[in-house]
């Protein structure tokens, strides 16, 4: 574990009661539910060492960061026929944003963003008997972990509320990039997005990211590297929507974040992270996460660069 304890309590202490400037999300009003002082950080590491601190063993809404699992999955299932229906490219713009769809005949220009997430959940539409059962498994075998579910409340909070997610989705499918029923598809996204999980449990979940001989208690091996380190290379490019540059050039590793304020980093061959505060900056992504990763990879002298 190196000194990473340390480092850790001692940035956590640093930040605990600093002036936050950001806003936890409302536009999923089940979101908003949340108390916005929660502030957790826990790491895995690749020899099975783990350290946690704060709110670590709280679960939240993980939203986007379940985006890294469908693709997994969907990689899986068709492998690199997956790039002819979604791009991986940095985009740019929001996370939900609708703009570039158009001069790209619907095809999303990432897996992280809103309109990739979708078509990646509409790829597993195609290939799995019952998609949510069947996701949910799934991620359940990864981590060996049982207890992981999606939220009712917040999964019905965002089919009420999701009108930009329901235009991409219609956008993309008047393309003949999304083959299954439309309203099908965002319930399975819905629902995807709104998988719980604690710091502890997301950073034990992406250790497939970190660790190339990481087996599940099946001895399954979920990736093959050159796999993972696709998936590693799209985190790094596009896992912060238009702050993506922002977050390589701050912290220097992997990520993803998500709307409930959970934000995962990876150092591939070392370890998972995760930081958890529901205050968001203009961007959507976790205020405090972003500024304790940076210090994290400052003070340890340690990201892939
Ligand atoms: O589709 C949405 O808008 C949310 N369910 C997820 C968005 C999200 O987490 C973007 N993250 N920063």
Redesign the pocket.
Known sequence: MKNYKKIITNIYKDLKSIDDPGKV?N??PELANVDENNFGIHISTINNEGFGIGDANKKFSI???SKILTLTLAYKLIGENIWNRVDVEPSGNP??SLLQLEADFGKPRNPFI?AG?IVVCDILMSHLKNPKEDFLTFCRNISNNSSLNYSEKVAQS?KKS?F??IALCNFIKSFGNIKNDVDAVLDF??YT??LEMSCKELSEIFLYLADETYTNNKNENILTTSEAKRINAIMLTCG??DESGEFAFRVGLPGK????GGIIAVHPNEFCITVWSPK?NP???SYKGMLFLEKFTTNTENSIF
């Not at 974040?257 to 409930?260: A, C, I, K």
């Open positions: 999300a536009y999923i939203q986007s960061i996370f939900n809103n997430a965002e999701g930009r997610n996204y819905f997005c709104s912060f929507y974040s998500g709307v409930g968001l961007k959507g992504n």
